[in-house]
Structures are given as C-alpha cells and as structure tokens.
C-alpha cells in the first residue's frame, strides 16, 4: 500500500483551501534530487576555487620566466666575455712565445716587454676582418647546410683564381695556426682581435709561420688546389667566438679580378 502525504494550502485572501496529496516515494525522490544538486553545486564552487587560485599564480609564474629569460641573456653576455678574455690570453701568449696548455694563466706570466704590450693592445682594438684575402671570382657562397635533409654544410667563400696568386691577410692578427689537413689541404689560421678567426685554406704553401704577427693585406699564403679541390682556389672562412659566420658580413661588393 503506498503512503501519502496529504498537503492544505489556505489562501487568505480568497479565503479558499486547496488540498494536494504526495506520494512518500516521491518525496524521497525530490530528496535525493536535492542532495544531489547541493552536491553538484558544492563541487562547481570548489572547481571555481581551484581555477581561481591557478589564475591567480599566473602573473607571478609569468615573471618568474621573465627573470629566468633575463638571467640566461645575462650568462650568455658573460660567456661571450670570457671567450674574448680567453682569446686575448691565447694572443698574448702567441706574442710571447709561449705554447699555450691546459692552465695556462695570465697571473703565472713573467711580465712582458713593452713593445710586446704595445703588439697586443693593438691587436685587440683591430677592427673585424673586412679585406678580400684573394683576387679572382667567388665559386661557392657561403651556407649552414640541413644535415637531416643531406645538405652539407658550406662554412665559408670559395674565391678561385689563378695557381700561386698571393692570399692576404683581411685583417692584422696573429698567425695562430699553419696546418695541413685532408680537406683542407695547406691552410693558414689568423687570430685577430675581440675574438675573430680567418681560415685560408687549399693553399700551394705558406707564406707565414706560427705566431707571427701580420697586418692587413699581408702575404700570408698562395694560392693553390691541396687537400679536396679539383682547381685552384682560397677556401676562406670567418669565425667569431667560435661560430662560422658569412664572410659577406663583412666584405663589401666582390673581390678584385687578378
């Protein structure tokens, strides 16, 4: 037998009785009805709260990676620097005589000559190398290559001219390196200031010896076809810091004919 819940409504006003009557059943389902909407509503509250207090930290996780940004353009400025201030320790020690080794310091150095002190101050303020080292015609240009797509890359200017035309220094520097290698065949290293190298390579020979200083325009080698050229030709290359540049960065229109 089902049980009801009988209801009387009194209107005042109309001075009229109304009368309904539900079922215990229903009213323990419009129970449970409502437990559950408080329940629903209890959790949107605590979902909104917790989005709230994410939002909240935000702007502060925002400034946290600007600073860490900041502090990591920051190292990268001090490593350039320390890079300079290795590169002036090799000159000077290039200056000097000595052979650069691992723990070498400027602080174990006996104090060097005047003359050699004048050598390094102005070999520091060199401006970057911006001569054309070779006459003749560019070859090859310049490019970083895509390993995964099999491009090779090409880290400098090929400038082909005749066997034995002379290659000059393109800027003054110190001979830092006289090598031969299988690509590159006979090449000469120049180290100039504030971190700049240039690489003369598929030399006929050399014209200069290790840890001499040369100035701009310089015979520093000749040119020639050693190491993997099919014809004469100056390999050139430009490093700052350690990384190849483009050559054309700094040279101006086209080399000289021969």
Do not use: K
Request: with cysteine.
């Amino acid at each position: 037998m089902t049980r009801y819940t009988r209801n009387i409504l009194i209107n005042e006003e109309e001075q009229g009785v109304r009368e309904f009557t539900i079922s215990h059943r229903m009213v323990w389902l419009l129970g449970v009805l409502g437990v559950l909407l408080a329940g629903l509503i209890l959790w949107v509250l605590l979902t909104y709260g917790n989005l709230f207090r994410r939002a909240a930290t935000v702007p502060r996780l925002e400034q946290e990676v600007a600073a860490a940004r900041a502090e990591l353009r920051i190292l990268d400025q001090l490593q350039g620097e320390l890079a300079t201030v290795g590169s002036l320790q090799e000159q000077l020690l290039l200056i000097l005589g000595v052979e650069p080794a691992a723990g070498d310091s400027l602080g174990g150095l006996v104090e060097p000559a005047g003359d050699d002190l004048q050598a390094l101050a102005a070999l520091v303020l060199t401006p970057p190398p911006d001569t054309w080292p070779a006459a003749g015609f560019v070859s090859s240009e310049f490019t970083e290559g895509d390993t995964p797509r099999g491009l090779r890359p090409h880290l400098g200017l090929d400038i082909a001219g005749p066997q034995g035309a002379p290659i000059l220094a393109a800027g003054d520097g110190i001979v830092a390196r006289v090598a031969e290698d299988p690509f590159l065949g006979i090449f000469v290293e120049i180290q100039h200031g504030l971190g700049y190298l240039t690489v003369y390579g598929h030399c006929a020979n050399a014209a200069v010896a290790r840890g001499e200083q040369v100035r701009r325009g310089q015979v520093v080698a000749y040119m020639g076809a050693s190491g993997q050229a099919s014809a004469p030709h100056l390999h050139f290359e430009i490093w700052h810091n350690g990384m190849a540049v483009d050559p054309r960065q700094f040279l101006s229109g086209e080399p000289p004919l021969p």
